[in-house]
């Protein structure tokens, strides 16, 4: 972690590990807190009940892993049970009533031994036409999340699927629970397929301008993104799908697009129990809903082409007469409102 600022030019605010829950215990991740702490960042811990929910009671282990969670004195943010609507997830539930109930008992030991944790609900982004099955109840849920992965060539796929965008699934979960914070709690671009042999760097480089810089202002309450830095190919899951290169490092475009986003201060770079954020000064509103307003703006245009082609060059059009322009992702733009005729559309 002490690498991390001098690789991409900054600390990043969160990161995740892994932690398997069995019936033989679980084990606080002490060692790795610490150091995610020492750089004044906070940790997302996947909690996996990996002998399935049956397994998930309420033990002395899981209440000193929760004690040891608040003696860290750091933000830790709790994802049980993630991707709990996939059928391939240990834990998986197909009526979802015994994964609310574990869910539910989990929340109220981390409630009773260490208030520093939020809880983080997240389902996985396909099957999208389950989450509410699986969801517990505003009362346990601190966070909502996503697992979302955009490849070109996803598991079991034979041809290449480029259409979607990671806007889409996030809106679908947005909507749904627009009064929680949402996290992309684990998710990733491939920019390389392996099963096709073939180099996806210019749709790639659109697709993280989407995940980083238009997917939070056209989603107000996501509020932090987790990347999986990770090329599938050195992985070592028994049966894990190893089709998709997401290192950001692996790719020197998509390595210096990266860097050249999050260098913004949109971006937080440290998350403490102490530190207050106050860095997120613009609101953005869509165009067909601004009513009255006067004076030059900061706009952008979330382009979603047939197919997944990618934009080079988007130009705004009322009554034909061209009133802005922008020549790269994420097709920011300026708009003087006082030129434009509010009873008219763009193009």
Do not use: C
């Not at 069995?22 to 002490?30: E, H, I, Q, S």
């Not at 996947?46 to 033990?59: C, E, F, K, N, Y």
């Not at 390389?192 to 995940?211: C, E, F, V």
């Amino acid at each position: 972690f002490t690498k991390v600022e001098e690789a991409y030019g900054k600390n990043h605010a969160m990161y995740l590990t892994y932690i398997n829950w069995r019936k033989n215990g679980v084990t606080f991740p002490t060692d790795y807190a610490e150091r995610v702490k020492s750089v004044g960042s906070a940790l997302q811990i996947a909690l996996q009940p990996m002998d399935g929910l049956d397994a998930v009671t309420d033990t002395e282990e899981i209440r000193e892993f929760a004690r040891q969670a608040q003696a860290m004195d750091m933000p830790i943010f709790i994802r049980f049970a993630g991707e709990m609507n996939g059928d391939w997830a240990h834990w998986y539930d197909k009526t979802g009533k015994k994964f609310i109930e574990k869910f539910r008992l989990v929340h109220d030991i981390f409630e009773q031994e260490a208030p520093n944790v939020a809880m983080v609900w997240a389902p996985n982004f396909y099957p999208y036409n389950n989450f509410e099955t699986y969801y517990p109840g505003d009362k346990y849920v601190d966070w909502v999340g996503l697992s979302l992965y955009m490849s070109t060539y996803s598991a079991g796929q034979k041809k290449e699927v480029l259409g979607n965008t990671p806007i889409t699934y996030l809106k679908i979960i947005s909507e749904l629970y627009p009064h929680k914070p949402l996290m992309y709690a684990e998710g990733a671009i491939a920019h390389y397929s392996h099963i096709a042999n073939k180099d996806y760097t210019a749709w790639a480089k659109n697709q993280l301008h989407l995940m980083y810089e238009v997917a939070p202002k056209m989603i107000p309450n996501l509020k932090a993104i987790t990347y999986f830095n990770l090329d599938k190919r050195n992985t070592q899951v028994t049966g894990d799908n190893q089709n998709n290169n997401f290192d950001i490092g692996k790719n020197k475009t998509y390595y210096n697009t990266y860097k050249s986003i999050i260098k913004q201060d949109y971006y937080i770079d440290t998350l403490t129990l102490e530190t207050s954020n106050n860095t997120i000064l613009k609101d953005y509103t869509s165009i067909t809903k601004l009513k009255e307003g006067s004076g030059k703006h900061e706009a952008f245009v979330y382009a979603k082409l047939p197919l997944g082609k990618v934009p080079t060059y988007i130009v705004a059009y009322q009554n034909n007469v061209k009133v802005a322009q922008s020549n790269e992702a994420p097709w920011k733009m300026v708009l003087d409102l006082n030129a434009l005729d509010p009873s008219k559309p763009l193009k």
